[in-house]
């Protein structure tokens, strides 16, 4: 087994906010200076760093973040792009390399910058203009491929729930997460906080401009920049210390055109032998609020464990760094209470990755 020996992340900020004239390594080298320091080790000790990020367009992220934080030059750098599943899934390779025996040490997580991201251009072999984008291709076809606001409403209808009900979770996200701490947060520019936790109310939420059918500004998240990492060692790094063993990870597709559904059989295969019931806490990622809505529901997780905290329609959305924040938050919430925790996560093209939690008491 591998286990998180440390586990840290920035605020989060909404683009064009205290973040907003950082680069994603900016932001990234704080919080593995942090992570160095809670575990006692240094800079020598790391394999490898692996680095989920997607608006970046191309270049090596996670080359630069391992430059900028003084790591080793032997240490290459590997930057993914799974999207919304990025965080989670860089985590679960650099478990997957532990146990493998390449490496005893590795940094995994994502950085993301809505505010500093490059312009997208799609050009044309006929000699037209190129064209400015925002969404990448999820599939190759296109009435199978919505935009993610559409896809939420388009969940919210198949599963029956409400413009009120999600309202009402966006809600309860911003009241938990105003009674929370965090924390796993490092200082940068001066954030000690997420700073786009308000109090909502039924008001202010029926006023949110409307984005698609049942989707508004208020039940999904905003964009944002952030960056997280967790420290994944081998059972021999680990031993005497504590850390939260990665008990189970999965990431599994399903249908293009519903993403916001696609958590719940990955979520289903890392509880295979564990009791929803049983589990102390569950992070289930708030892009939209239908989503986490869906995935508590399908996945029948207690409500009262889910994002105990609040989650991310309370913080915003960098997503690269999304899937970590919620493992980050977990970890934590598991070294104040030991046992066993969830945390899970959509993305576009259909894809959701789950991954199980265990501390000791």
């Keep these: 087994m591998s286990h998180i020996l440390a586990a840290r992340r920035s605020a989060v900020a909404p683009r064009n906010g205290a973040f907003a004239t950082l680069e994603p390594h900016d932001i990234a080298t704080p919080v593995i200076d942090a992570l160095l320091a ?29 430059l900028a934080a003084g790591l080793p030059q032997r240490v290459a750098g590997l930057t993914i792009d799974r999207q919304c599943a990025g965080g989670l899934d860089a985590l679960l390779l650099a478990a997957a390399m532990v146990q493998s025996g390449l490496h005893e040490v590795v940094i995994a997580g994502g950085a993301e910058s809505y505010s500093r991201r490059p312009q997208r251009l799609r050009s044309f072999a006929d000699g037209r203009p190129p064209e400015p984008y925002d969404q990448a291709r999820f599939t190759p076809w296109p009435e199978r491929d919505p935009g993610m606001a559409e896809a939420a409403d388009r969940l919210a209808r198949d599963q029956g729930i ?48 409307q984005v698609h059918g049942t989707i508004t500004a208020a039940n999904m998240a905003v964009a944002a920049d952030a960056a997280a990492f967790v420290l994944v060692v081998s059972e021999r790094v680990a031993q005497g210390r504590q850390s939260a063993g990665i008990i189970a990870g999965r990431t599994l597709g399903g249908p293009p055109d519903m993403p916001g559904l696609a958590p719940v059989a990955a979520i289903e295969a890392v509880l295979e032998g564990t009791p929803a019931n049983t589990l102390i806490s569950a992070e289930i990622m708030e892009a939209f609020a239908v989503q986490a809505i869906a995935c508590q529901q399908g996945a029948q997780l207690p409500r009262e464990i889910v994002n105990r905290d609040g989650g991310a329609l309370a913080r915003g959305h960098p997503i690269g760094a999304s899937g970590t924040i919620l493992a980050v938050d977990l970890f934590h919430q598991l070294r104040k209470t030991p046992g066993t925790g969830l945390a899970a996560i959509a993305s576009a093209g259909g894809l959701g990755t789950a991954l199980l939690l265990r501390t000791q008491g």
């Excluded at 800079?43 to 680095?51: A, N, R, S």
């Excluded at 965090?182 to 039924?202: H, K």
């Design 38 to 66: 809670d575990a006692g080790l240094a800079p020598e000790d790391i394999g490898e760093l692996i680095l989920s990020n997607a608006l970046g367009a191309g270049g090596n992220p996670a080359r630069v973040t391992a």
């Design 162 to 209: 409400s413009r009120e009900t999600q309202d009402t979770w966006a809600i309860e996200s911003h009241r938990k997460a105003l009674a929370a701490t965090a924390p796993g947060i490092v200082e940068i520019a001066g954030l000690t906080r997420d700073p786009f936790t308000r109090a909502l109310t039924p008001r202010l939420c029926a006023r949110a401009p």
